[in-house]
């Protein structure tokens, strides 16, 4: 192709996440969705491996008989049983649909380093797997034995259908609807309502002084989760900005459907792999909970609150702080330059 002098200069009025000019190349300037480049650069920040976290208190208290009780045991392996799936469900998403339909050369950059994030999530797990002896075989095919994460993970792999089809195109009215559907779904509800009643269970463990270092592996995992959730909240509401007209009354009623849908989901699981509760966790604290974090995403969308339930996990707020996401990570972002340690 002979090379035309003309093009070369990129206008900024055509970067657009979706349907943007210049997608083939990752050229970042003029730089157009900052928030991606922060996302970006924060992501670098908070960078952590899984074998830093030392194993051997947990490695102990695994194989005591006087530490755990058999409700915590199973417990923690359906939580990582979840987690398995989970993290791989999201990393083929950011790779095989984010990647190849958003244009925006920041918002690539960024999407590249997500699919490293979930990439360590599955490490981690693997690392706490292996170093707690457990069966390899009993974990990861998890998914296909447990019916309420089988569940989960088959309501949002269905969102994948269409838009994983090599034919798939922005650039209709039809198809811009359902990739904006896939972000809504992958980043509301997989990442920001999904990991939630597990992410509340490995807190419990820590508050208990129990399993600290597969718990703080997990903290360092939802520290990411909550950066992937915001970077998601961040491409529906400049897309919405966008391109305007696919946000329409009826989507909307669809998007808020989706996520009631999700909650019972989420609900379900929380109730079935926890039937006698957990550190003082009940049933109806989950549902309350779960409900109290999905009312947070839609209004972080401009969608209207569809619980007003209070959070009966006040100590999660203290931890993830979900009402003021945001702020949380423009604050204390600076803390984490000095490399490994968690300091919230
Ligand atoms: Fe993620």
Request: charged share 25%; with cysteine.
């Amino acid at each position: 192709m002979p090379i035309n002098k003309t093009d070369q200069k990129v206008n900024i009025n055509q970067r657009r996440v979706i349907n943007g000019a210049d997608a083939d190349v990752i050229q970042l300037y003029p730089m157009k969705h900052k928030f991606a480049w922060e996302a970006y650069l924060a992501g670098n920040a908070n960078h952590w491996l899984p074998t830093e976290i030392g194993m051997q208190k947990d490695i102990e208290q695994w194989k005591s008989n006087s530490v755990l009780s058999e409700d915590e045991r199973k417990a923690l392996k359906t939580v990582l049983g979840f987690f398995t799936t989970a993290d791989s469900i999201a990393a083929n998403n950011v790779a095989l649909a984010f990647y190849r339909h958003i244009t925006s050369p920041e918002c690539r950059l960024y999407i590249l380093r997500q699919a490293y994030e979930e990439a360590i999530h599955t490490h981690a797990y693997q690392y706490i797997v292996e170093s707690l002896g457990l069966e390899e075989g009993e974990i990861f095919n998890m998914y296909r034995e447990v019916e309420s994460i089988y569940n989960k993970d088959a309501f949002v792999l269905g969102f994948n259908e269409g838009i994983f089809d090599p034919e798939f195109k922005t650039g209709t009215f039809e198809n811009d609807q359902k990739f904006l559907e896939n972000i809504c779904v992958f980043s509301l509800i997989m990442e920001g309502i999904f990991f939630y009643s597990s992410f509340a269970v490995m807190f419990g463990f820590q508050r208990q002084n129990k399993m600290m270092g597969s718990a703080e592996q997990i903290q360092y995992i939802m520290r990411d989760e909550s950066q992937h959730l915001n970077f998601g909240i961040n491409l529906i509401n400049t897309i919405k900005e966008e391109q305007p007209e696919l946000w329409t009354a009826d989507f909307q009623a669809h998007i808020i459907d989706l996520i009631k849908q999700a909650v019972v989901l989420e609900y379900t699981f929380a109730r079935e792999v926890f039937p006698n509760g957990i550190f003082g966790m009940n049933s109806d604290n989950f549902k309350q909970y779960i409900e109290h974090i999905a009312d947070r995403r839609l209004e972080r969308v401009g969608l209207p609150a569809q619980y007003n339930v209070v959070n009966p996990f006040p100590w999660m707020s203290e931890a993830v702080d979900l009402s003021k996401e945001k702020n949380f990570f423009e604050t204390r972002v600076t803390e984490y330059q000095v490399g490994g340690t968690l300091e919230w």
